[in-house]
Structures are given as structure tokens and as C-alpha cells.
């Protein structure tokens, strides 16, 4: 399994993005989505996930300003970034794993690149 993500860039605060995550390979329904970001000098956070039935979580920083979704067709997930602010500047990852549990603790087994987004004040 390969994950690709984009989709970031420079964005005003107040502004909006929307990052994509491609898997290649295995059947992406049956997998768990996690949307991941780490700032300068922090730890990695997880943002937000999706599992196979559509379930989702985020994490409080983030609700009701970001918005996770899928599309099993083209085996990809999103992440819509409404309402940027400062704070939000970091690398997005996604990551994707069979198990929920493991997507939330952040111990997926797939990993993609990552993709840089900056907020400007």
C-alpha cells in the first residue's frame, strides 16, 4: 500500500484548502483513513479519520472548521480546511490501516509524504 497526499499550500487565515489522499493498492474501502499533522517543534496530532462505515473523529481544535470524507470509487479520502488559522500551519500526513484503533493512536501501517500547508497571518 502507497499513500500520496496534496493539496497544500500558502493559504490567509480565514482561508480554505482541500488536501487529497490517494491509496495504490488493496481494496481502500476496507481501510481506515487518518488525517495526521505536525507543526514545527511538536509532536505529530492526529487531525481527523474515517473508517469503512463512514465513521468519523476529529479532534477538538479542528471541529467544525475541517471536514473528513472519502470516495471509494477513486480511492481517496479528503480533508476540506475551513476557517484557517495560524495555528493550523503544519504537514498534513495521511495514513491508512485495516484497524480503527490503530489510525487513532496514530500507529497506522501506511504512511504517505506528507503535504506542507502555511497560513498566513
Known amino acids: 500500500v502507497q499513500l500520496q497526499a496534496s493539496g497544500g499550500g500558502l493559504v490567509q487565515t480565514g482561508g480554505s484548502l482541500r488536501l487529497s489522499c490517494v491509496q495504490f493498492g488493496r481494496t481502500f474501502s476496507n481501510y481506515a483513513i487518518g488525517w495526521f499533522r505536525q507543526a514545527p517543534g511538536k509532536e505529530r496530532e492526529i487531525v481527523a479519520a474515517i473508517d469503512w462505515d463512514d465513521r468519523t473523529y476529529y479532534t477538538d481544535s479542528v471541529k467544525g472548521r475541517f471536514t473528513i470524507s472519502r470516495d471509494n470509487a477513486r480511492n481517496e479520502a479528503y480533508l476540506e480546511v475551513n476557517n484557517v488559522k495560524p495555528e493550523d500551519t503544519a504537514v498534513y500526513y495521511c495514513?491508512?490501516?485495516?484497524?480503527?484503533?490503530?489510525?487513532?493512536?496514530?500507529?497506522?501501517?501506511?504512511w504517505g509524504q506528507g503535504t506542507l500547508v502555511t497560513v498566513s497571518s
Open positions: 495514513a491508512s490501516d485495516l484497524r480503527w484503533s490503530l489510525v487513532l493512536r496514530g500507529t497506522a501501517d501506511y
